[in-house]
């Protein structure tokens, strides 16, 4: 099964808006990564936070871990259209394997 | 600066035809690099991964195969496509490190008719 599951599956906002997504794993970890994808693209890296971290900003983004819970949050703040994307979140397990594992995905959809 | 190079971007190929993708990485070196395939609307399944020359990890048995000839090339290869085939193929790059962060190329698009 898949080790990250991001939640809501589907986020419609309008622009200006704040977008939260979640995503929650089952195992421990050593890192988790964040990933946006445009329609027919490859991934674009947004944020990698490691398991002793608890939070990272970059630009507008602002990334949260939370390793008692087995989750991490990703803030967009003051959406654009050109948010509008697939976000992904990743996890390499504390075994040391440096295989990620993606979950299903948030689609967003931020409107003019 | 690193990059990561995928081609075709796009590819259309009858059933039981061979395919060859290849993905090639700059500006760094002994990388790890993976294949994954993303059906429409999902997640990533990642098919191989390489730890060095000659050295592939199978995730998933299928009707493909991958091959690393050299340092920074990754190539996905099948005999005999199936119509299951069609998807969206993406390669990566990391480098072990402090941050151990994960690049991805842009992808192909392989239509299996």
């Known amino acids: 099964s898949q080790q990250g599951e991001e939640d809501p599956q589907a986020l419609s906002i309008q622009e200006g808006e704040n977008a939260t997504m979640n995503c929650s794993y089952k195992?421990?970890?050593?890192?988790l990564q964040w990933y946006r994808q445009n329609s027919g693209r490859g991934l674009v890296h947004l944020i990698l936070?490691?398991?002793?971290?608890r939070e990272k900003h970059s630009g507008r983004l602002r990334v949260t871990l939370d390793t008692s819970k087995k989750s991490s949050s990703l803030l967009i703040t003051a959406s654009r259209a050109a948010d509008t994307a697939s976000y992904f979140c990743?996890?390499?397990?504390?075994?040391?394997?440096?295989?990620?594992?993606f979950g299903r995905g948030t689609s967003l959809i931020v409107h003019p | 600066s690193q990059t990561i190079h995928q081609w075709p971007a796009t590819l259309v190929q009858p059933v039981g035809s061979p395919l060859s993708l290849e993905c090639t990485v700059e500006?760094?070196?002994?990388?790890?690099l993976y294949w994954y395939r993303q059906a429409a609307g999902r997640g990533l399944q990642l098919l191989f991964y390489?730890?060095?020359?000659?050295?592939i990890s199978s995730e998933v048995p299928q009707n493909l195969s991958a091959s690393r000839p050299q340092d920074r090339q990754f190539i996905l290869s099948s005999k005999k496509l199936l119509l299951s085939d069609s998807g969206f193929y993406l390669c990566?790059?990391?480098?072990?490190?402090?941050?151990?962060?994960?690049?991805f190329g842009p992808g192909t698009r392989l239509t299996v008719l």
């Open positions: 990566a790059w990391r480098v072990l490190s402090s941050y151990n962060e994960q690049f």
């Open positions: 195992t421990s970890i050593n890192n």
């Open positions: 936070i490691r398991s002793n971290e």
């Open positions: 990743a996890t390499d397990g504390s075994g040391g394997s440096y295989i990620p594992t």
């Open positions: 500006g760094t070196s002994n990388p790890n």
């Open positions: 390489s730890v060095g020359i000659g050295q």
